[in-house]
């Protein structure tokens, strides 16, 4: 079992950036693929990006491709979410996600894949 903790979140003008870290308890960190979700208020949440349990391999929602970078520090036991160029329509509650895999080289997209989650982090961003 793993418990996650979001930080990071913050209010940021157009433009300027955020980094999202979420750190794990637990064993076997590197035995979880990773994934940040975000909700927005009314409407339903999204996958932003996923990775894999080495975070050689990624995925990005077309929205983000560019901008955000999903990235992992196993040693820390910390997946990150490097936000760049923030736009207003990014705004949402940000949210990472955990699934214990023994495929290595598997990201999951959908939210059903994960069993543990964060409490979620604001990030607001002002035009």
């Known amino acids: 079992q793993v418990q996650l903790v979001e930080s990071g979140g913050g209010l940021v003008q157009a433009g300027g950036s955020l980094r999202l870290s979420c750190a794990a308890s637990g064993r076997a960190f590197s035995s979880y693929a990773m994934g940040w979700f975000r909700q927005a208020p009314g409407k339903e949440r999204e996958l932003v990006a996923a990775l894999t349990r080495s975070g050689r391999s990624t995925y990005y929602v077309d929205s983000v491709k560019g901008r955000f970078t999903i990235s992992r520090d196993n040693a820390k036991n910390t997946v990150y979410l490097q936000m760049n160029n923030l736009k207003p329509e990014d705004t949402a509650v940000y949210y990472c996600?955990?699934?214990?895999?023994?495929?290595?080289?598997?990201?999951?997209?959908?939210?059903?894949?994960?069993?543990?989650w964060g409490q979620g982090t604001q990030v607001t961003v002002s035009s």
């Open positions: 996600a955990a699934t214990q895999t023994f495929n290595s080289g598997s990201y999951y997209l959908s939210g059903n894949s994960y069993d543990y």
